[in-house]
């Protein structure tokens, strides 16, 4: 290095004197010299003057080599260097028990075994943040991406989530799990610079029977909660995603369409819900939630996108959260009889989690901003449910009649031309081969709960 900068100090020099010559020999003021054919061969000359090809030789054989060595470069990189260290203290965090979710991308080049493209333009690896990464379909999204090569950084509080979610990425070092309620805003900027994107998924959870004395606390402001989650935890989430240039993905929900007057709903129906009813403060916090999503992409330019989920069902499943599939299936499994609500001629569609977990990603990748409707069009009165649980699970299992919720939906089905149209997605996985996977995850589970190791 120290022979480089003599050697080019002795090349400043030569040219300073080669200039300092050349001014004495120029009049002063002289007129532009017009280059003439004969000065060719000094230029040639001038280029093999003073190790200039070398240099130029040096040069093209240094960007030759990164090139052609840059994909098994890339191969130790990401991987095998955990860039964001300071984060995974949290993964050693012990569990409670509750959760809200979503996650986030980065920008790292992905390893393709051949090539020789240019980083720039190969595919980039990105690093997603998925709040209740530890949830439901928050583990289900973390499985599918950290699958395809992604880094995730999952934030989950626990109140509904588990660490049991997503206990199998622990110690992969493109995995790190923070717990943090989305509700306090979160300074993750340093960690998380080149982040593209961005999602939230939601936690629902209802007043029915709710087995930890710590959800017992927690439920007595459900309602507060819930909306402090989708408003405040949103806000949040978009300031992040404004500050460090992310793309956000709000995960919103069929309930924004009410008890709805149109039917199957279409993502231009604008809703019939009771603004001060029961429901409300999940029907009106995830409309809140499309409201702030939609003021920053217009107002401050943060890059967005929307689903709105429908009814969705699969293995990892809180057992006890109150909704149908989950209550009639731990209900059979443990011989009860399945609680209908109401007339039990209510409908609902509902889709398996992977298929969901397709859309959205679909939707994080594609160039609309939606919103658009994520469910499974086949629709079923919950009696008919209670039917597939019961040739599922347990044919003689009986049904006990329960008086309904204020304010629930008579029907709901999921209009989703738009996305078949521009997310070129649809659900895959019918009701009858979804819940045999659920069941066993289930079954496990409560096998497991009952002989008091809880996952
Ligand atoms: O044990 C039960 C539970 C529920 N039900 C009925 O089943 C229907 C569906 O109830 P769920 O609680 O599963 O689901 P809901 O449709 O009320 O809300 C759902 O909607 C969309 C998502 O975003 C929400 O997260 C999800 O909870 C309701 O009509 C309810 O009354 C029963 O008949 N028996």
Redesign the pocket.
Known sequence: MKQLHKQTSVNHRSRDEEMAGSHHSTPPCSPKVTKHPRSLPRSIHYFFREQRLLFVLVGILIGYTFFILQPSLSRIGPHETNTHAPLSITSDLSDSSSSSNLFSVVDQPRYRPVGRVPAQIRNRRKRIVVTGGAGFVGSHLVDKLIARGDDVIGIDNFFTGRRGNVVHHFGNPRFELIRHDVVDPILLENFLAGILSFSIL?T?F?DDPIPTLGLYLWIENLDIRLYKTNVMGTLNMLGLAKRIGARFLLTS???VYGDPLEHPQKETYWGHVNPIGVRSCYDEGKRTAETLTMDYHRGAGVEVRIAR???TYGPRMCLDD????S??VAQAIRKQPL????D?L?T?SFQYVSDLVDGLVALMEGEHVGPFNLGNPGEFT?LELAEVVKETIDPSARIEFKS??ED??HK?KPDITKAKELLNWEPKISLREGLPRMVSDFRNRMLNEDEGKVL
């Open positions: 939601d629902l209802k929900t069929s309930e989920i429908f009814n109150g909704r149908v599939v209550n009639f609680t209908v609500y109401g039990g209510q609902r919950m309904n919720t629930d939906p709901r």
